[in-house]
């Protein structure tokens, strides 16, 4: 008699105990902070921006390089005991005055003029997986600020390792053997948007600062100086289909393969830098099978 008292108790107190369970803070917040970031049910998402490149040398005035025009694509799975992203992501280099796509590229440094390679980054994975017991420190590992009616998720880091491309083999493409660079993001979503929980992906804007060595293909590894890239842009509720048409013909014409985010996890992420290593060794490859 007991037990089924014990049962029924247990019957009647389960939907109060998954309430508490979607209520925990720690898991509420790490799934609005994705919901921000993608999309909790799987489909793609995509935020498009724009911005421009700029040269930062001391004791020089700056002046810009480049205007940029690019998207993050990228889909969230489900992992054991969180979530993993799944990304691609495409800078394209634009004549600063006119907008357009870039082939070359006249140094106003150097005065010669260089083939232009664009960034196309993939993957641009991220994990985030976390134990039960780390998540009520979650907002301090994706922290975030609430300015009047939005809250902005907010990162700042700032790599420093050993460079993918060794100063003895690539000498004219880089400055150190240290790769060194700052990342700022911010990823702002109405407070509003995040009230109802059923909604699984929300509207967002984006913003990053980014300061970097020179690009590979620029051949300025004895000049002093960083690239500081300034983007802004939103996700795009059509996706892939809503991206400007000059961009997405780019993308269609040369890289098919960026039209859609990966489907499975691969390691290790890319850059520009090794990107340019990869495409440099499979040229020495084709002409060491030519020989």
């Given at each position: 008699?007991?037990q089924?008292?014990?049962?029924?108790?247990?019957?009647?107190m389960?939907?109060?105990?998954?309430?508490?369970?979607?209520?925990?803070?720690?898991?509420?917040?790490?799934?609005d902070?994705?919901?921000?970031?993608?999309d909790?049910?799987?489909?793609?998402?995509v935020?498009?921006?724009t911005?421009g490149?700029y040269?930062?040398?001391?004791g020089?005035?700056s002046?810009?390089?480049?205007?940029?025009?690019?998207?993050n694509?990228?889909?969230?799975?489900?992992?054991?005991?969180g979530?993993?992203?799944?990304?691609?992501?495409?800078?394209?280099?634009?004549?600063?005055?006119?907008k357009?796509?870039?082939g070359?590229?006249?140094?106003?440094?150097?005065?010669e003029?260089?083939?232009v390679?664009?960034i196309?980054?993939?993957?641009?994975?991220?994990?985030?997986?976390?134990e039960?017991?780390?998540?009520?420190?979650i907002?301090s590992?994706?922290?975030?600020?609430?300015?009047?009616e939005?809250?902005?998720?907010?990162?700042?880091?700032?790599p420093?390792?050993?460079?993918?491309?060794?100063?003895?083999?690539?000498?004219?493409?880089?400055q150190s053997?240290?790769?060194?660079?700052?990342?700022?993001?911010?990823?702002r979503?109405r407070n509003?948007a995040?009230?109802?929980?059923?909604?699984?992906?929300?509207?967002?804007?984006?913003?990053?600062s980014?300061i970097?060595?020179?690009?590979?293909?620029?051949?300025?590894?004895?000049?002093?100086?960083?690239?500081?890239?300034?983007?802004?842009?939103e996700?795009?509720?059509g996706?892939?289909?809503?991206?400007?048409?000059?961009?997405?013909?780019?993308?269609?014409?040369?890289?098919?393969?960026?039209?859609?985010a990966?489907t499975?996890?691969?390691?290790?992420n890319?850059?520009?830098?090794?990107?340019f290593?990869?495409?440099t060794e499979?040229?020495?490859?084709?002409?060491?099978?030519?020989?």
């Amino acid at each position: 008699m007991f037990q089924k008292i014990l049962y029924a108790l247990l019957l009647l107190m389960m939907p109060l105990m998954i309430l508490a369970k979607d209520m925990d803070p720690g898991s509420a917040y790490l799934q609005d902070y994705l919901r921000t970031r993608a999309d909790l049910s799987g489909n793609e998402t995509v935020f498009h921006f724009t911005g421009g490149v700029y040269s930062l040398i001391p004791g020089q005035k700056s002046m810009q390089l480049f205007a940029v025009d690019g998207y993050n694509i990228s889909r969230l799975q489900k992992a054991e005991v969180g979530y993993q992203l799944l990304g691609k992501e495409v800078m394209l280099l634009l004549d600063h005055r006119t907008k357009e796509i870039l082939g070359t590229w006249r140094n106003p440094f150097t005065g010669e003029s260089t083939p232009v390679l664009h960034i196309l980054n993939d993957p641009t994975n991220q994990s985030f997986v976390y134990e039960p017991e780390m998540l009520p420190y979650i907002s301090s590992m994706l922290p975030s600020i609430k300015l009047d009616e939005s809250t902005i998720y907010h990162s700042e880091i700032f790599p420093f390792y050993p460079h993918v491309l060794p100063r003895r083999e690539y000498n004219a493409y880089v400055q150190s053997d240290s790769f060194q660079a700052a990342e700022i993001t911010e990823y702002r979503v109405r407070n509003e948007a995040l009230v109802d929980r059923s909604i699984l992906c929300v509207p967002a804007e984006y913003n990053m600062s980014y300061i970097s060595p020179w690009l590979p293909f620029m051949r300025m590894s004895d000049r002093a100086g960083q690239l500081l890239f300034v983007v802004r842009g939103e996700k795009l509720e059509g996706g892939f289909a809503a991206l400007p048409p000059a961009l997405k013909g780019y993308i269609f014409t040369h890289h098919t393969d960026f039209s859609q985010a990966p489907t499975i996890w691969t390691e290790p992420n890319q850059d520009p830098w090794s990107y340019f290593k990869e495409l440099t060794e499979q040229e020495i490859s084709d002409e060491e099978g030519l020989k």
